[in-house]
C-alpha cells in the first residue's frame, strides 16, 4: 500500500501535471506527500563563485517559494493536508531524487517527462528515466 509519496518537481508545466497528479493520488489513497525540487547549485557553492550575486540567488529562492505556494494551495483545494515541500542540492538530480525517497521512506515516486525521441533524447538525456533506474520503490512517470 502506498502511504508515502515523493513528487519531483522542477517548475515546468509537465512538472505542474505531475504534481496535479501526484495531489489527487495523494488524496485518494489517503497518502502522505512530499514535493521536492533540486537546486543544482546550493547557496553555499554559489557564494564561491564570482558569477553568482545575492540578486540571482533570492530570485531563484522566489521562484521556488512561489512553486511551493501554488502547490499548497493546489493541496488545500484538493482536501490534501498531509503535503510537504523540500529542496535540496545536487548536480546528479536522478540521484538525489532516489536518494531523498529511499532516506525519507517514499514507497511512491511522481515525475514529470517531456517524452522526448531520437536525437533530443540523446542529447538532452532524461532525468525521468535515471530515476527510475536509481529509485529503490516504483515510478509514475506523467505526461
Not at 7 to 13: F, I, L, W
Not at 42 to 63: G, M, P
Not at 101 to 114: E, L, N, P, T
Request: glycine fraction near 6%; aromatic fraction near 4%.
Amino acid at each position: 500500500m502506498i502511504k508515502n509519496i515523493l513528487c519531483a518537481t522542477d517548475g515546468s508545466k509537465i512538472s505542474a501535471k505531475a504534481v496535479d497528479f501526484a495531489i489527487s493520488l495523494a488524496r485518494e489513497i489517503g497518502a502522505k506527500l512530499t514535493v521536492l525540487t533540486v537546486e543544482r547549485v546550493s547557496r553555499a557553492e554559489a557564494a564561491k563563485s564570482a558569477f553568482w550575486d545575492s540578486t540571482v540567488l533570492n530570485a531563484a529562492d522566489a521562484i521556488t517559494r512561489a512553486e511551493f505556494r501554488s502547490v499548497a494551495d493546489k493541496a488545500k483545494k484538493a482536501g490534501l493536508a498531509k503535503v510537504q515541500c523540500v529542496t535540496v542540492s545536487s548536480r546528479d538530480i536522478a540521484g538525489a531524487i532516489a536518494a531523498y525517497a529511499k532516506k525519507q521512506k517514499c514507497d511512491h515516486i511522481i515525475i514529470g517527462s517531456h517524452g522526448h525521441r531520437g536525437v533530443q533524447r540523446l542529447v538532452l538525456g532524461s532525468i525521468a528515466e535515471a530515476v527510475v533506474a536509481e529509485a529503490h520503490c516504483p515510478v509514475t512517470i506523467v505526461r
